[in-house]
């Protein structure tokens, strides 16, 4: 039952208040890493979603920790999101070197009202690559 205290450990990694504010939990166990899924509610009772994976690792000394990242997804964003998610799952299972004609890939021209940055120039990170030096 080692799943279950992966499940265990989340659990009680969470505070009090953030426990209260949970409405529904999904948990999804994927190989060795376990998805949360938990919807929330703000002090407004306006709902949005966690999503959680932890992955069991090996530590320092031979000692074992869950490394866990999340994404917040808010109401107003969920029907992108789905379209975005929904794209990439079909674009996988078609196989990575068929592209639909009608949708090139593309970065969009995203201007934040407080930077002259455009989203093309920022350099992709991956997971794997964090808390490395």
Known sequence: MEEEAVIQE??????????????????????????FFDVKATRKDDYYL?????????????????????????????EKFSEGLKDAV???????DELKASEPASVPDIRDEKS?????????VEFEDLGKK
């Open 90 to 96: 079909t674009y996988i299972g078609n196989g990575k």
């Open 50 to 78: 966690t999503i959680t994976e932890s992955k069991k690792r090996l530590g320092k000394e031979g000692k074992v920790f869950y490394e866990k990242h999340k994404i917040f997804l808010y109401k107003e964003d969920f």
């Open 10 to 35: 989340v659990i009680n990694g969470h505070d009090e208040k953030n426990i209260k504010e949970e409405i529904f939990t999904k948990v999804v166990r994927a190989g060795k890493r376990t998805y």
């Open 116 to 124: 002259s940055l455009v989203a093309e120039e920022f350099t992709n």
